[in-house]
T-cell receptor, first 115, second 115 residues
Framework: GDSVTQMEGPVTLSEEAFLTINCTYT??????LFWYVQYPGEGLQLLLK?????DKGSNKGFEATYRKETTSFHLEKGSVQVSDSAVYFC??????????????FGSGTRLLVRP | GAVVSQHPSRVICKSGTSVKIECRSL??????MFWYRQFPKQSLMLMAT?????????EQGVEKDKFLINHASLTLSTLTVTSAHPEDSSFYIC???????????FGAGTRLSVL
């Protein structure tokens, strides 16, 4: 079945450092890919998305490119801030497999940014 | 973006009582709502998917009689944890999707503590 694999955390960085969180996926159809962010004690917020190969999603300085050839959707940010500290979830939705647009989540990667 | 309101944000109850959690879509019609459970420092586990006006579809291993889901209108879904026990203590999160939307929008979550 479909699945999402994320790099394990926690990832600890100094402020203004470059961030990469790896995400790879397995899917039968042509999934849409998402990054969600969860701040402590809160629900999930959509960070960015990409719906087809070579699409680049971007928001708040974060970027991720849908790479079909490597089945990847790595999250990047050029200069992280303390306020970026949160848990980041990579997810996919495969309409071919499930018409309800069910999300399949990776395990989440905790990011800690130190001043 | 679309707004999903989840209430209450936190609830403490005695063992054996039932607890109801509400999930409302405030500015769109939610044809599909999802209920997740999240254990500390873990990813989200999908419990069930509900479509307005029909019975919820539960994931394997989730007790239908324990976690009652009602999706009576296009803006409201409820999760009732019946005869709650300490092992039901968890963070419960809902999400909603509109008819023409690929994206799921998440509520802020409900932390349930059963004493």
């Amino acid at each position: 079945g479909d699945s999402v694999t994320q790099m394990e955390g926690p990832v600890t960085l100094s402020e203004e450092a470059f961030l990469t969180i790896n995400c790879t996926y397995t899917a039968t159809g042509y999934p849409s890919l998402f990054w969600y962010v969860q701040y402590p004690g809160e629900g999930l917020q959509l960070l960015l998305k990409a719906t087809k190969a070579d699409d680049k999603g971007s928001n708040k300085g974060f970027e991720a490119t849908y790479r079909k050839e490597t089945t990847s959707f790595h999250l990047e940010k050029g200069s992280v801030q303390v306020s970026d500290s949160a848990v980041y979830f990579c997810a996919l939705s495969d309409l071919l497999m499930d018409s309800s647009y069910k999300l399949i989540f990776g395990s989440g990667t905790r990011l800690l940014v130190r001043p | 973006g679309a707004v999903v309101s989840q209430h209450p944000s936190r609830v403490i109850c005695k063992s054996g009582t039932s607890v109801k959690i509400e999930c409302r879509s405030l500015d769109f019609q939610a044809t599909t709502m999802f209920w997740y459970r999240q254990f500390p420092k873990q990813s989200l586990m999908l419990m069930a998917t509900s479509n307005e006006g029909s019975k919820a579809t539960y994931e394997q291993g989730v007790e239908k009689d324990k976690f009652l889901i009602n999706h009576a209108s296009l803006t409201l879904s409820t999760l009732t944890v019946t005869s709650a026990h300490p092992e039901d203590s968890s963070f419960y999160i809902c999400s909603a999707r509109g008819r023409a939307l690929v994206i799921q929008y998440f509520g802020a979550g409900t932390r349930l503590s059963v004493l």
